[in-house]
């Protein structure tokens, strides 16, 4: 049976993109239908566990058959909404903006690039990824004309609140936020996804240090 | 009481980078104590919790009195081996490899970057961040001669266990992984994180087309 949004727990919604990741690699690899089982063993999470997640949305499985690899994979695509063709701004084009202008992650979460934006006359019209660096003073009426729903914001800390009030001032509801702070905004209808990379490096540290490898993500 | 490393929950540990984040900001504010109702309000964790997650690990608090933020702060970088003298090679110096090797990250986890290796002739030779690229067939010597025991792995991903397998054999026993692929060498004594940057975008796309804000880290 199919639950309502908020019913479903956010440890389920946490383990989808995993789900998606693996169904994409066995899609590429030409698989076209798993088992529960082998799905389990793949992802490391127990057939029971996944059986019960799936189930939050719909019946996926058939009995003695397993999953469709395609089927599933599009599904949860929907579930997690990538392919809504969310649109996004860069802030920030330094060393780390610049990085995810170029990397694939944005294209393979079916997000697409836009625009990106600083304020530094160093780098100010040039091209990065193919994209014109553009001023950051133009950046409402940008993001206003170009329907732009998204930011990944990738500028000093001390700045990411400001900067993302005018965002959501001309649309921007969602924020992919790297400046290594927690963005919050309760006042405002948004939505905010703080990325602080070092959390998984001190894991790391953790398990060099403690040899304990049970940190799961 | 604490508990020995078997015990502690992995939730535990992954709850511990966040605590460490806060204190290090409230150090650098300038404040001495904090209460764990406050310290609960700033990181949205219960203050029950708190407690029960710091018991784990010995005695920190003081009724009445709250925690010393300068002392806690050092012992949650103890327990997460980030004081440990980690020393860290990357692989892969294209455009998130550069971003890594000029990012704060490691150096705010007590990890020293000592080298900088890649095989493609454009970057060999080049500095990026103060350290000059090598070649990657001198890595094994080097990682030995430099007492390397992490590796940041940016590098494609069907090159990534084979480079991982070469690193482990020059004493190389933490893998700090973003080649986007789940890599696992259970044969070996080594420790992994995987970094799936797009599961957290995943989730962002969720919360925009779900409205739902659930999602906790």
């Avoid at 694939?104 to 006359?121: I, M, P, Q, R, Y």
Wanted: neutral net charge; glycine residues 8%; hydrophobic residues 40%.
């Amino acid at each position: 049976m199919k639950k309502n949004k908020q019913e479903i727990s956010p440890a389920v919604i946490r383990r989808l993109p995993r789900y998606y990741r693996y169904l994409t690699e066995l899609e590429r690899l030409g698989f076209t239908k798993i088992s529960s089982a082998d799905l389990s063993r793949k992802i490391q999470v127990t057939a029971s566990q996944i059986r019960q997640d799936l189930n939050c949305f719909g019946d996926f499985g058939q009995q003695g058959y397993g999953y469709n690899v395609k089927s599933l994979r599009e599904s949860i695509a929907d579930i997690l909404g990538i392919r809504e063709n969310n649109r996004a701004v860069i802030i920030g084009v330094g060393h780390l903006g610049g990085a995810l202008a170029n990397h694939t992650t944005l294209e393979k979460c079916g997000v697409k690039l836009v625009g990106l934006f600083d304020n530094s006359l160093d780098i100010l019209g040039k091209t990065v990824a193919g994209h014109l660096v553009r001023d950051i003073k133009d950046v409402e009426a940008f993001c206003i004309e170009n329907r732009v729903n998204l930011a990944v914001l990738t500028l000093p800390k001390q700045s990411a609140e400001e900067m993302a009030r005018r965002l959501a001032s001309a649309g921007v509801t969602g924020f992919w936020n790297f400046a290594n702070t927690e963005l919050r905004l309760p006042d405002l209808d948004v939505h905010i996804e703080n990325v602080h990379m070092g959390d998984s490096l001190m894991q790391l540290c953790y398990k060099l240090k403690s040899g304990n490898d049970e940190v799961e993500n």
